[in-house]
């Protein structure tokens, strides 16, 4: 399975961006996808979360109620639109697939078994 992330970019604060996670490969079945990003510095930490059924969302509290995520399960690709966004958002981020649950969002990074490479969002003041 591989997962390709894109969108990020350089923002002003308040400004909106959308990210974009494509799977392709041996995407049979179902699976959680999860965002997930890493400042410089900082250690990978959870952003939000989707069940295969697309319902039952999380998100971690830095970003709930500006952030949304979401799927096409056709289009295998899961999004996640950035409003409001904050420097403090700025991070590389990733997206990643986690085949041994389909309902159940986890947000430890190790659960993860396939990950996208990253796309950097930078967030000016």
């Known amino acids: 399975v591989q997962l390709q992330a894109s969108g990020g970019g350089l923002v002003q604060a308040g400004g909106s961006l959308r990210l974009a996670c494509a799977a392709s490969?041996?995407?049979?079945?179902?699976?959680?996808v999860g965002w997930f990003r890493q400042a410089p510095g900082n250690e990978r930490e959870f952003v939000a979360g989707?069940?295969?059924?697309?319902?039952?969302?999380e998100y971690a509290d830095s970003v709930n109620g500006r952030f949304t995520i979401s799927r096409d399960n056709a289009k295998n690709t899961v999004y996640l639109q950035m409003n409001s966004l904050k420097p403090e958002d700025t991070a590389v981020y990733y997206c990643?697939?986690?085949?041994?649950?389909?309902?159940?969002?986890?947000?430890?990074?190790?659960?993860?078994?396939?990950w996208g490479q990253g796309t950097l969002v930078t967030v000016s003041s």
């Open positions: 490969g041996r995407t049979v079945g179902t699976y959680v």
């Open positions: 989707i069940p295969w059924s697309g319902i039952r969302l």
């Open positions: 990643a697939a986690d085949f041994s649950r389909n309902t159940v969002v986890t947000r430890r990074p190790r659960a993860y078994e396939y």
